[in-house]
């Protein structure tokens, strides 16, 4: 799906416009616009896309916000040196399902959280009490690191649901990146092997529902291995 200036640009919000992108904004932008259009006309979300003029030190190229109610999808690329690193060794033909793939990730922490289900648990799941810990600082971090993987692995799932819908030659490929770049340390924040590992064939998804729900299902799976 290509699509024309006007509806790109009406994911923008009044501080951005097409004028202002650079050439590896744009890519990005029209690598994961067959995404948003989904996202925006299907599941009518509410996202805006934010272009930073400066990355900030710790900034990730791509990354979703949520704020007065709405989700800010965020590029934070100029002078990010990860905008390039995230895809280094990638040949250049291949790279588009890989961002494509990464919006989804991005617009499924957005499903979330406009379903305010953010860091909320499948009904009737009951969680393996965490080991207490001497600090309570050190307890509130574990917690902390816990969440966050939990809704990484979410939005992975989200990745290879909507990559088996939309590109599903090229599912492997996209697995076997995530897997790659997924943090094997146990217990990390971005360690999503768990969930990965369920979803090593397209197989696995369903095609009755929306790429967020076949996730759903999936995701809950992984949340008992994530307990072991």
């Known amino acids: 799906m290509k699509l024309s200036l006007p509806i790109l640009l009406?994911?923008?919000?009044?501080?951005?416009?097409?004028?202002?992108?650079?050439?590896?904004?744009?890519?990005?932008?029209?690598?994961?616009?067959?995404?948003?259009?989904?996202?925006?006309?299907?599941?009518?979300?509410p996202i805006d896309i934010i272009v930073q003029p400066q990355a900030g030190p710790n900034d990730v190229p791509?990354?979703?916000?949520?704020?007065?109610?709405?989700?800010?999808?965020?590029?934070?690329?100029?002078?990010n040196a990860q905008a390039e690193e995230v895809l280094a060794g990638v040949p250049a033909a291949q790279q588009k399902?890989?961002?494509?793939?990464?919006?989804?990730?991005?617009v499924g922490h957005c499903w979330r959280q406009a379903q305010g289900s953010w860091h909320a648990l499948p009904a009737g799941f009951v969680e393996a009490p965490q080991e207490q810990a001497?600090?309570?600082?050190?307890?509130?971090?574990?917690?902390?690191?816990?969440?966050?993987?939990?809704?990484e692995a979410f939005s992975d799932l989200v990745a290879l649901a909507w990559t088996q819908r939309a590109n599903a030659?090229?599912?492997?490929?996209?697995?076997?990146?995530?897997?790659?770049?997924?943090?094997?340390?146990?217990?990390?924040?971005?360690?999503?092997?768990?969930?990965?590992?369920?979803?090593?064939h397209g197989a696995v998804f369903d095609s009755v529902h929306n790429p967020f729900e076949q996730a759903r299902a999936l995701w809950a799976k992984g949340l008992l291995k994530d307990e072991q």
């Open 10 to 45: 009406s994911f923008f919000s009044a501080t951005a416009g097409a004028a202002q992108l650079t050439e590896v904004e744009a890519r990005w932008l029209q690598a994961g616009a067959p995404v948003l259009a989904y996202a925006k006309q299907e599941l009518k979300l």
């Open 169 to 200: 030659a090229q599912y492997k490929q996209v697995h076997a990146w995530l897997m790659q770049v997924r943090q094997p340390v146990a217990h990390g924040s971005h360690n999503t092997r768990a969930w990965l590992q369920l979803a090593s």
């Open 97 to 106: 399902v890989l961002i494509e793939a990464m919006t989804a990730h991005e």
């Open 62 to 79: 791509l990354a979703m916000g949520f704020a007065d109610g709405r989700c800010k999808l965020v590029f934070s690329m100029r002078g």
């Open 134 to 151: 001497a600090n309570p600082e050190l307890q509130r971090l574990s917690k902390q690191m816990r969440d966050t993987r939990r809704e």
